[in-house]
């Protein structure tokens, strides 16, 4: 009898598993969470300018690409940060755009992405750090080697010094912290 019961046990908690794997993995559902915080009224976005690093060069060169740019959404008293970015140019073998958020407890790589055709490109992340304690955004293009500290070409960066603790200062690249 108590054979049983573990085996129903057993199979009771595998199923539950395999419904958790499958929901956990629905792009599908993910895209339309990220669709709702994106047409919330109220919505808390932030604006990713270019990173210094990447101001166009002036003189009689043809013109630059456009400038990519990017906005960190979310609602208030959730968890889901949602980064959207324009104006990214393809990319090449293993190279992806890096997306790391920074809030009190550190660097956190939020996800890596290929633009589309038409050099868009969308991140989203459940996970710490929660939406309202980010107070830098930073955006590269390397390889994703899962380090959480930012490294890459410098493509986007966001820095608010009102959200972030006295001491913090905008991620410098030449130092690397």
Do not use: C
């Not at 709702?36 to 003189?59: N, R």
């Not at 309202?132 to 899962?146: F, G, K, L, S």
């Amino acid at each position: 009898m108590a054979r049983r019961v573990l085996v129903v046990l057993l199979v009771v908690a595998v199923a539950w598993l395999g419904f958790r794997a499958v929901r956990a993995f629905d792009q599908d559902r993910h895209a339309a969470q990220a669709a709702a915080v994106l047409s919330a009224p109220d919505k808390v976005t932030h604006q990713l300018p270019p990173a210094p690093a990447t101001a166009p060069a002036a003189g009689g060169q043809a013109p630059p690409p456009p400038d990519p740019g990017g906005r960190l959404s979310y609602r208030p008293g959730t968890w889901l940060s949602v980064v959207e970015l324009e104006g990214l140019e393809p990319v090449a073998g293993d190279e992806r755009y890096l997306v790391f958020l920074r809030n009190w407890a550190g660097w956190t790589l939020a996800g890596s992405t290929s633009p589309r055709a038409d050099g868009t490109a969308q991140v989203r992340s459940g996970a710490e750090p929660r939406p309202p304690t980010i107070y830098e955004v930073i955006v590269t293009r390397a390889v994703d080697d899962a380090t959480s500290v930012p490294h890459g070409q410098p493509v986007l960066q966001w820095f608010d010094a009102s959200l972030a603790p006295p001491k913090a200062r905008r991620f410098d690249f030449a130092r690397g912290a």
